[in-house]
């Protein structure tokens, strides 16, 4: 009986139970409602999150419906934050208007809405744990539309 339990044991060792370090997160993306390419970048810590000093990679892509998803494969777990913006004009950056209020569409995970002030890598940050991981993030379209 104790040689099988052992032999059991070993063989489960052997054969599946090992701890992964790294998986696939999938950021999937919805209220999209202008052309133009999305650029999303992944951020691990950082008090002034989104500082590029903090950037752990980044995607950009073209969605051409209301939704789409990006793959982030062989990240390591642990806690993130993203910062998404939609280059509607095609300058390559996002533009702001009056006191840095962007005129072009955004998102941040956990879908923080700033209010007063910009994002902080605590209210933007999850855990990514697990394999094939989703997280949504709804774009804002303006501020002021209530979308």
Request: hydrophobic share 35%; net charge neutral; aromatic share 12%.
């Amino acid at each position: 009986m104790k040689t099988s339990i052992l032999l059991l044991l070993i063989l489960a060792l052997s054969t599946g139970f090992r701890s992964e370090t790294k998986g696939v997160l999938q950021v999937s993306l919805t209220n999209i409602k202008n052309t133009g390419k999305i650029n999303i970048a992944l951020y691990k810590d950082g008090k002034n999150f989104p500082d590029d000093k903090y950037l752990v990679t980044g995607q950009t892509g073209e969605c051409s419906t209301s939704t789409c998803s990006f793959q982030f494969k062989d990240l390591p777990y642990g806690d993130y934050a993203i910062a998404i913006y939609q280059d509607v004009n095609g300058n390559g950056k996002l533009d702001t208007g009056t006191f840095g209020i962007p005129s072009e569409p955004f998102a941040f995970s956990n879908n923080f809405r700033p209010k007063w002030g910009g994002p902080s890598y605590e209210k933007c940050k999850f855990d990514f744990v697990k394999d094939k991981q989703v997280v949504e993030i709804a774009i804002i379209n303006s501020l002021f539309g209530g979308d």
